[in-house]
C-alpha cells in the first residue's frame, strides 16, 4: 500500500500539505451535517412561546459563528489550503424527532474541495448552539458530524 | 420563565456575553470526548503494518490542531471569553470497537470554565483526523462530541 | 513637553507599548458609542413591516461581530494589551433622528482600562451594519465614534 | 420589496453570505475615509516641535495597523468573502480644519468588491490614532467614517 | 537613488504595501533554511535510544507549527501580500554538525512571490524545536535563516 | 532518562501543553536577540542620506510587527501558554560591525516566563526587516536568534 495514500503524510512518515499546484481549478462544493441533541428541558424552551425570542438569537448566532469558521477552517485545520470562499450557507432548522439539524453549504472555485470548510462550519455553529444552551443542562451531545455530498472535484460524493 | 436561562440571550432578545465580574477565581476544569468512525479501508491502514509511520503523524497532528483551537476557543464561539488556559491535554486512542476516541481535558484558573474550551479541543481534533485521513475514503462520521466531566463551577458535572 | 506624554513614543521617537506591569488590577468598565447614518431608503427597509425579518439579523450579526471584535482588540490595534474580557454588552436602537446608535460596554479586572476594546467593538458593529445594508445604498456614514465614559483607572471619564 | 435587498439576509430572515461564484473577476477598487477631531491639546503636541518625534510614529503606526485591519477584513465582518489583496494604501495628514484625514485605498482583481476592506483599514487606522494620543486626553471623536469611492464592480461610486 | 527602492516606503517617506495589480499570474516557489544549534546537552537526549520517542514529537509539532505560520505570513508581515498557499513542504533532519536543519518550500500560483512565507515557516518551525527543548536548557541558537533559493518571478535566485 | 524531561512530550511519546496550574504567579521578564545581516548595498541604503527617510519606517514597521506578534505567540507556537503581556519593548539599532541588532524584552506577571515570546518577537521584527529590504537585494541573513536574560522563573538565566 503506498504511504501517499494518507495524503497528509509524506513517505518519511511525516505530516505534509498536499501540492495542489497542478490541480485544474473548478467550481466545487460541499455540504456537511451535524446533529445537536439537546435535552427534554432545553427543548422545552426552545420550542414553547419562547421560540421567537430565544431560537431567534440562538440560531443566528450559530450561523454566524458557522460563517466565520468556514473562512478560518485554514487556520485550524494545519492542512488545509487557504480557498478563496465564495459561499457559504448554513441552515438549522429542528426535525421531527426535535434534534437541532444543522447544514452547511459551502463553494468556492479553487485546486481542492472544500469537504473540511463545510465540516468547520457545521460543527463550529454545532459548539455555538451548545454554548447558547448549556447554562439550562448539560445534557447536549453533538452527534453525527459528517459530509452529505461534495461535487466539482475529482471525484463527487453523496452520502447514501 | 425567566428570559435569563439562556444566558447568552438577553431580557430584549438578543445575544450577548454573560458578565462574569462578579464570580470566584477558582480552578476549574473540564474534560470532553469526540469519537471518530473511520470505515474499514481507513481503520485498516491505520491499524496493521502501518501504526507507527501512519498512525503517529496522524494523531498527533490531531493533538496539536486541538491544543491550538483550544487556546482560540474565544475567537470562534462568539459569547465565550477569554480564558488563561494553564492545562490542556488530548489522548487518542482506538477503542475495542475500532472507534477513534479523542479526549480532551483543559484547566484553568479563572472566574468561568471551561466546558467550550474542551469540546472545541475534541471537534477540532476530530476534524484533523478526518482531514489526514479523507484521501483514502469519506465514509468517516464524527459522533458522541460531549462533555464528560466538569469541575471547580458552582456545579459539578459527571457524565453518568 | 516630556516625551512620554504621547504613551506609545518612547524617547528615542519609537513606538512602544507601556509596561503596566506596576499599575494596580482594579475593575475598569468603559463605554462608548458609535452612531450610523442610514439614508432614507435604507431606513425605509429597516422601519416599516420588515422590522422584524430585517432589522433582527442585521442589529444581532452586528452585536456578534462588535463582541467578537472587542475580544480581538490587542491582535488589531499595535499598542494595545491583551486582557481578560469579563462583560460585553452591544446595544443598538434607531433613535428619534432615525439614526442608528450602538452602544458598546466594556468590563475587566485588570491593570489597565477597556476604552479601546469598547471603541473596537462599536466600530466593528457599526462596520457590519455597513455591510449588511450597502446593497441598497452606499449613502451610510459612519459618525461620531466617541468615548462615552470610563471608570476604575487612575481618571474616572464621563462625556459632558 | 423583494428579501434579497439585504443581500445578507435570506427569505426566512437569516443572515447569510451572498454567493458571488457566478460573478466576473474584474479589478475593483474602493477608497474609504475616516476624519479624527482630536481636541487642543493633542494637535498642539502634533503640531509644533513635536511634528517630526510624535506625527511620525504616531501616523506610521496607524497606518500599518490599517493595512493589516485590511487584510483581516473577512475574518471581522461575519458576512465578508475573503479577497487576495493586492493593493492597500493609506494616507493620513492634517488638513486646514486640523482634522486627521485618514484615506484608505484597496485594489483586488476578484468577483467582489472591497468597500468594506477600505472602510474596515480606515476604522482600524483611526483608533490606532486614538490609542496613540490618548494618553493626553479623551477629547478625540472619530467622525465621518464613509466610502469616497468604488470602480470595477457593477456600478461605479463617486461620494458627490 | 529612487525612493521606489525600498519596496515598502513611499515617496512620502511612510511605510506602504507594493500594489501587485499589474503583476503577471505564474507559479512561484521559493525555499528558506533555519539551522537551530542545540547544545550537547539536549542533543544527547534527541540523538540516543530517544530517537523515536521524542525527536518525532518534537520535529513533527515544529513541521505543522511551521506550516500553519506559512499560512498565516501576511498576518504577521505587515505589507506581505495574502496568498493562496498551494504547496508547503518543510523537512527537518539533523546534519553531520549535529545541526537542526529545517528546510521550508512553499509554492503558490499567484502575482507576487512566497519568499516571506518560506522564511517565516522556517523561522517558526526553528522557535517551535527551541520551545519543546528549552526545559533541559537554553543553550540553543537560531543561526542563520535565509532564502535558498526562489524561482517563478521577476528574476530567479539560487543562493550560492 | 525521565520522559518529563522534554517537557512538551509526555510518557506516551505525544507532544502535550505542561500544566503549569500549580506554578506561583511572579513577574517575569524575558530579553531575546535577533541579528539581520545586510548586504553592502542594503546598507548603503540605510546609513547614508536616506536615513531618516528610510531606516524610520523599516525599523519601526519591525518594531510593530514584533511587538504584534509577541502578542500572538501562543497562536503561533502550538504548546505556549496564553500570557496577558504587559510590557513589550523593541528596540533596534545598527552596531559597529554594521549589524542590525534586534532586542525585544517582554514582561508578564504570570505562571510561566515569555521566552518564546521574546524570541517571537525579535524573529518577526528580523523577518519584517527582512520584507522591508528584499526588494533591493537577497543578501540577507537573519542570525543569532537567541535568549539573553530571563528573570522571575525558578531559575533565571544570563547569557554570558
Not at 473548478?26 to 451535524?34: G, I, L, M, V
Not at 426535535?98 to 470548510?117: F, L, N
Request: proline share 3%.
Amino acid at each position: 500500500m503506498a504511504s501517499s495514500e494518507f495524503s497528509h503524510v509524506d513517505a518519511t512518515g511525516n505530516p505534509t500539505m498536499v501540492d495542489v499546484g497542478q490541480k485544474q481549478v473548478t467550481r466545487r462544493e460541499a455540504t456537511a451535517q451535524a446533529v445537536v441533541v439537546l435535552g427534554d428541558e432545553i427543548m422545552r424552551h426552545l420550542q414553547n412561546d419562547e421560540i421567537h425570542t430565544k431560537k431567534g438569537p440562538v440560531f443566528q448566532t450559530a450561523i454566524i459563528a458557522g460563517t466565520m469558521a468556514v473562512k478560518r477552517t485554514s487556520d485550524l485545520i494545519p492542512f488545509c489550503h487557504p480557498l478563496p470562499v465564495e459561499k457559504c450557507k448554513l441552515d438549522i432548522r429542528v426535525n421531527a424527532q426535535r434534534e437541532v439539524v444543522i447544514t452547511c453549504t459551502v463553494g468556492v472555485t479553487a485546486k481542492t474541495g472544500v469537504e473540511m470548510e463545510a465540516l468547520t462550519g457545521a460543527s463550529v455553529a454545532a459548539l455555538t448552539v451548545y454554548d447558547m444552551c448549556k447554562a439550562l443542562s448539560h445534557d447536549i451531545v453533538i452527534r453525527e458530524t459528517k459530509l452529505m455530498e461534495k461535487t466539482g472535484g475529482k471525484q463527487d460524493f453523496t452520502r447514501s
